[in-house]
Structure formats: structure tokens, C-alpha cells
């Protein structure tokens, strides 16, 4: 299975999912690295691990969905077969969802569908809840709302803070991608309408 990672800043769950494959969790390997930032240091991590690494120039491509035919073009080149966003900062055209139905995959750090968009951690930290967590999710054309493949509570304490949090949300984001890439992989996840169940069988 080939993998695209897009990636927009510091790419923590592009390692993680990187360090998976090491250990053999995933039956897999990221063939293309994509951001829209050139400045992003998942480029950099790409490119330590001998990972084809493309800076996507936005202001080359007016227009959502004339970048996306860009990247969209990228991906068929190389013969990807599933698109993994992490901190991708941008909407995906319904183009770019269309080419790959129910092959693009998500994370987000709420438990969705509370706390969509930017700065979920920050959401749930000034809503007051007392329970957050991550969300693995397909991605469809709207924000933050595609179906549900895994997700994991974690607790906020009285003495945390959004980089507190955040951080222990970051672990869990790392066990929980690469467990979503690989019952992908295995076909165990299978779609009606807006639920995912996973087929252990």
C-alpha cells in the first residue's frame, strides 16, 4: 500500500505513522510527502527518511480546486493508494474528494462531531468540558465531518493547559493513525452510510 501524507507545519503524526511502518504495524510505506508550506518541517522529516518530499505552491494555483487537480495529479503519479492529512491546513475541494472516495483519511484532536475546525484543543479548554480526546475520520467535502473510523477519550485535568493537553492528546493521535492506516490496509473497515464498522473477523 502506498501512502501520500499532506502535511502543513511541524509533522508529528507523519513520524509517527513513519516509525510504525519501521516496528511493522503497518503494512505500508509513505511514498510522497506533499505541504503547501515550504517551511514545514514534515518536509524535512520526508526527506531524512529517503521520502519524496514536494513543496505544492498556492499562490502557483489560483483557485481551491486548481491546486487540488495539482496534487490530485501528484497522487496519481505516484500510484497512491490512500491520502493521510495531518495538520493539512486546508478544505479539499469536492474534486479532490471524488478522486479518492473514502481513500483519504483525517485526524483531528476532539472528539468529533464536537470541536470541529482550528484549534479543537482550545475549543474544548473554553467550552469547560471535562472530556476530550482524537477522532480518525474519512474525509468528505465538509469541515471536520466525515464518517468516524476510531476514536480515543482523554481526560482534561483541573491543572491543564491547552499545551498540556495537547500533548497528551499528541500520544494518543500517534497509536491511533497508524492502528486506522492498517485496518484500512486489511479492508477491515467497511462504510453504510455515515457509520464505519471495523470486521475483526
Keep these: 500500500m502506498r501512502i501520500a501524507v499532506l502535511a502543513s507545519g511541524f509533522g508529528s503524526n507523519l513520524q509517527a505513522i513513519i516509525d510504525a511502518i519501521v516496528k511493522g504495524l503497518i503494512d505500508g510505506r509513505v511514498g510522497l510527502v506533499i505541504s503547501d508550506n515550504n517551511e514545514a518541517y514534515a518536509l ?5 527518511n529517503h521520502i519524496e518530499a514536494i513543496y505544492v505552491d ?24 490512500l491520502v493521510i492529512l495531518a495538520g493539512f491546513m486546508r478544505l479539499l475541494s469536492p474534486y479532490f474528494v471524488g478522486e479518492f472516495q473514502n481513500r483519504i483519511m483525517n485526524i483531528h484532536p476532539s472528539l ?8 479543537g484543543v482550545k475549543q474544548a479548554m473554553d467550552y469547560g468540558v471535562k472530556v476530550s480526546g482524537c477522532t480518525v475520520h474519512f474525509v468528505d467535502e465538509g469541515l471536520d465531518t466525515g ?4 476514536q480515543e477519550a482523554v481526560p ?9 493537553l495537547h500533548q497528551r492528546i499528541h500520544e494518543v493521535e500517534h497509536r491511533l493513525y497508524p492502528r486506522a492506516i492498517q485496518l484500512f490496509k486489511e479492508g477491515k473497515l467497511r462504510l ?6 471495523i470486521d475483526e473477523r
Excluded at 44 to 48: D, G, I, N, S, T
Excluded at 70 to 81: F, G, N, P, S
Excluded at 157 to 164: F, K, V
Excluded at 192 to 197: N, Y
Design 44 to 48: 524535512e522529516r520526508a526527506r531524512k
Design 112 to 119: 468529533l462531531p464536537a470541536f470541529p475546525g482550528l484549534e
Design 147 to 150: 464518517p468516524v473510523i476510531l
Design 192 to 197: 453504510e452510510g455515515r457509520r464505519c464498522f
Design 58 to 81: 498556492p499562490g502557483q494555483c489560483p483557485g481551491r480546486e486548481n491546486y487540488d487537480r495539482k496534487i490530485v495529479a501528484l497522487l496519481k503519479e505516484w500510484d497512491i493508494d
Design 156 to 164: 482534561i485535568y483541573d491543572d491543564d493547559t491547552i499545551e498540556t
